[in-house]
Nanobody, 123 residues
């Protein structure tokens, strides 16, 4: 019921910047949280940043002060501006929508993920 289309990512040198964008589409009334997780092979997926419908933002300590998340409720989209990138930021980044109130019948609640976009930061 919710599709997430990601764009952005790629290869950048350490200290550089990248911007990720994600647009949600489908049949839903609202989405409580939009955000980003990342995953490195062999490790668990981890939260990078999220923002709720009221604009309250949460960041992982490792990206605080370097990454900025923003949300456009009218367009059901979320962006992640990543500055001062480090090699340890290299991962596949996944857009996610949590607490989506979907339109039925029946109406329901669920969490959804994008397909992931790779980010590589060279030393």
């Amino acid at each position: 019921q919710v599709q997430l289309a990601e764009s952005g990512g790629g290869l950048v040198q350490a200290g550089g910047s990248l911007r990720l964008s994600c647009a949600a589409s489908g049949r839903f009334y609202s989405i409580k949280f939009l955000g980003w997780h990342r995953q490195v092979p062999g490790k668990e997926r981890e939260l990078v940043a999220k923002v709720d419908t009221d604009g309250i933002k949460t960041y992982a300590p490792s990206v605080e002060g370097r990454f900025t998340i923003s949300r456009d409720n009218a367009r059901n989209s979320v962006s992640l501006e990543m500055d001062s990138l480090r090699p340890e930021d290299t991962a596949v980044y996944f857009c996610y929508a949590a607490g989506a109130w979907t339109i039925g019948p029946p109406d329901g609640w669920g969490d959804y993920w994008g397909q992931g976009t790779p980010v590589a930061v060279s030393p």
